[in-house]
């Protein structure tokens, strides 16, 4: 088997490896091949290219190639069947996850969507704050932030989250995010899935799948995940707040992605 994790918008793949390797490990054991690619304009991936390379489908595609060609052999028939692929993905991981699963990019068996944040519309409320950054990133570098804290969009996340302001803040400091600033402009413009239909075709291929969700985060609101749970037809997981603390959100998710992973 083979997991492959995917990280959020504007992080890199140190994300999910720190929060799911030691999980992966756990339950699969130390022959699972964990696979964590950094996204277009994230982490190693240095390029950043034109608007179009930004979209969904197109990034579901890149990921895959840096997974091992083992796996691109088994789903097209020739490869050993046992070679099947675990999805996680956080946030805009978990509709790059879904986009692979629902494209049938990788021979996925079960995937986890961690706090999905992008639904069947192109630039929802909750992610309108990304465009800002970007644009003041572009216009200003690092220093928009002073600016941004004055705008209204941000201090109403950050008076009902401060983990959440801090989030926001924090891609401000990524490593190069002026140069890499069209990603928070042109990403949070994707639609995850065209309707609730699309999101039963995955239940439909026999792809198991989990759906994690957090009270109190304006930018991956619990609605949203109950939506993703409903339309798949499969189990919504609720982790703490992340303003409860970070590491007891981190536990929490933990232990509940290692206990579905062990029914399996």
Not at 18 to 45: K, M, N, T, W, Y
Not at 191 to 201: C, I, K, P, S, V
Not at 202 to 213: H, K, Y
Request: glycine content about 10%; overall charge negative.
């Amino acid at each position: 088997m083979t997991t492959v994790l995917l990280h959020g918008l504007g992080s890199d793949r140190r994300q999910p490896l720190g929060i799911f390797e030691p999980v992966v490990q756990a339950v699969s054991g130390p022959d699972e091949l964990i696979v964590a690619p950094d996204v277009r304009a994230h982490g190693g991936f240095l390029a950043v290219g034109e608007p179009g390379d930004f979209h969904l489908d197109r990034l579901a595609a890149e990921v895959c190639e840096q997974v091992p060609a083992s796996l691109v052999e088994a789903h097209a028939g020739h490869g050993d069947p046992d070679d099947a692929v675990t999805l996680i993905g956080i946030s805009m991981g978990a509709a790059l996850a879904l986009r692979i699963a629902l494209l049938g990019l990788l021979p996925v068996r079960r995937a986890v969507f961690v706090r999905p944040a992008f639904d069947d519309r192109s630039l929802p409320e909750n992610l309108r704050p990304f465009p800002v950054i970007g644009q003041l990133l572009a216009d200003a570098g690092p220093a928009g932030a002073d600016e941004f804290q004055e705008r209204a969009i941000y201090r109403e996340i950050a008076s009902a989250t401060p983990a959440g302001g801090r989030a926001l803040l924090a891609q401000f400091q990524a490593p190069d995010a002026a140069r890499r600033s069209m990603r928070l402009v042109e990403i949070p413009r994707n639609r995850a899935f065209a309707d609730d239909a699309e999101l039963e075709e995955l239940t439909a291929r026999g792809i198991r799948s989990l759906v994690v969700g957090a009270p109190r985060d304006p930018v991956h609101p619990f609605g949203i995940a109950e939506r993703w749970a409903g339309g798949l037809h499969t189990m919504l997981e609720l982790v703490p707040a992340r303003d409860d603390g970070q590491a007891q959100q981190t536990s929490v998710l933990r232990e509940r992605v290692a206990r579905w992973l062990q029914r399996d």
